[in-house]
Nanobody, 123 residues
Framework: QVQPVESGGGLVQPGGSLRLSCAASGSSSSINAMGWYRQAPGHQRELVAT???????NYADSVKGRFTISRSSAKTTLYLQMNNLKPEGSAVYYCNADVRHESGGTTWFVNYWGQGTQVTVSS
């Protein structure tokens, strides 16, 4: 079982920066990929950025060049550095952990979600 817990959201002016953190309890060796997603009112949840166990990253086109995803060396904490924030970036940001489970020779993967942290970009 892995429980992601996000922090670092808040109110920021357009052009400002925020750094989100996600602490994932549980065994780091079972965590495969992690990612950040966001959901604005009236919109579907969308991918912001992901990072796999090898460190390869993937970003939504709308955040490329402005956001950076990273993980701690222990791979249990996920970060999202957000620079040059825009009003359309206002949303609840969720942390996701893709976790490998093994039992009796069987392997399966489960997605775990945090409760989310609110980011508001407004002057």
């Amino acid at each position: 079982q892995v429980q992601p817990v996000e922090s670092g959201g808040g109110l920021v002016q357009p052009g400002g920066s925020l750094r989100l953190s996600c602490a994932a309890s549980g065994s780091s060796s079972s965590i495969n990929a992690m990612g950040w997603y966001r959901q604005a009112p009236g919109h579907q949840r969308e991918l912001v950025a992901t990072i796999n166990s090898g460190g390869s990253t993937n970003y939504a086109d709308s955040v490329k060049g402005r956001f950076t995803i990273s993980r701690s060396s222990a791979k249990t904490t996920l970060y999202l550095q957000m620079n040059n924030l825009k009003p359309e970036g206002s949303a609840v940001y969720y942390c996701n952990a893709d976790v490998r489970h093994e039992s009796g020779g069987t392997t399966w993967f489960v997605n775990y979600w945090g409760q989310g942290t609110q980011v508001t970009v407004s002057s």
